[in-house]
T-cell receptor
Framework: EAGVTQFPSHSVIEKGQTVTLRCDPISGHDNLYWYRRVMGKEIKFLLHFVKESKQDESGMPNNRFLAERTGGTYSTLKVQPAELEDSGVYFC?????????????FGSGTRLTVV | AQSVTQLGSHVSVSEGALVLLRCNYSSSVPPYLFWYVQYPNQGLQLLLKYTSAATLVKGINGFEAEFKKSETSFHLTKPSAHMSDAAEYFCAVSDQGNTGKLIFGQGTTLQVKP
């Protein structure tokens, strides 16, 4: 089966600009997660979708971040306007309903650099 | 709150030597535990997972981990390191709530010397 696909793989933008990251989960996976790793820190949870609904967005840093999952398929994460501290690697992961036992499949990540 | 601690941000071993990467967790309920590996310029790959079945879990590439409840540990081992094992390794615990989100340790970079 195709894995979790993220694009772009790299993005360099200026402070104040807008960037949209995309994640295509494994087909049929209802659960979709976004994580972020800021340099030197641990990977941290941002939010969780079940199909098209936000189940948990407790990790979203602030209202400059907006995630959507229209139709319960792919998801986008928009940062507007971007700040320097938003730089990092953004990971997407998906799982079927029983993620605990199945495990979570991660994409290769998007490396975002805000200059 | 659940948390994960990986002891040692960098571990260096010689090729053929034992690999031991340490992970301790805190959880008020029986946890689901995972080890992921990230090779350079790649995403996170699942190595193995503990889901309350056998306490000794075997994963890919010759890795295994043992769940020890009394020590709240889930250390990752491999009997003989290979150069291709050089990567960053992450231990994670799954949130017991409805979300199933993962809580990660800080990561351990494994260096394998020839």
């Amino acid at each position: 089966e195709a894995g979790v696909t993220q694009f772009p793989s790299h993005s360099v933008i200026e402070k104040g600009q807008t960037v949209t990251l995309r994640c295509d989960p494994i087909s049929g996976h209802d659960n979709l997660y976004w994580y972020r790793r800021v340099m030197g820190k641990e990977i941290k949870f941002l939010l969780h979708f079940v199909k098209e609904s936000k189940q948990d967005e407790s990790g979203m840093p602030n209202n400059r971040f907006l995630a959507e999952r229209t139709g319960g398929t792919y998801s986008t994460l928009k940062v507007q306007p971007a700040e320097l501290e938003d730089s990092g690697v953004y990971f997407c992961a998906s799982s079927p309903a029983d993620g605990h036992n199945y495990g979570y499949t991660f994409g290769s990540g998007t490396r975002l650099t805000v200059v | 709150a659940q948390s994960v601690t990986q002891l040692g941000s960098h571990v260096s071993v010689s090729e053929g030597a034992l690999v031991l990467l340490r992970c301790n967790y805190s959880s008020s309920v029986p946890p689901y535990l995972f080890w992921y590996v990230q090779y350079p310029n790649q995403g996170l790959q699942l190595l193995l997972k503990y889901t309350s079945a056998a306490t000794l879990v075997k994963g890919i590439n010759g890795f295994e981990a043992e769940f020890k409840k009394s020590e709240t540990s889930f250390h990752l081992t491999k009997p003989s390191a290979h150069m291709s094992d050089a990567a960053e390794y992450f231990c994670a615990v799954s949130d017991q709530g409805n979300t199933g989100k993962l809580i990660f340790g800080q990561g351990t970079t494994l260096q394998v010397k020839p």
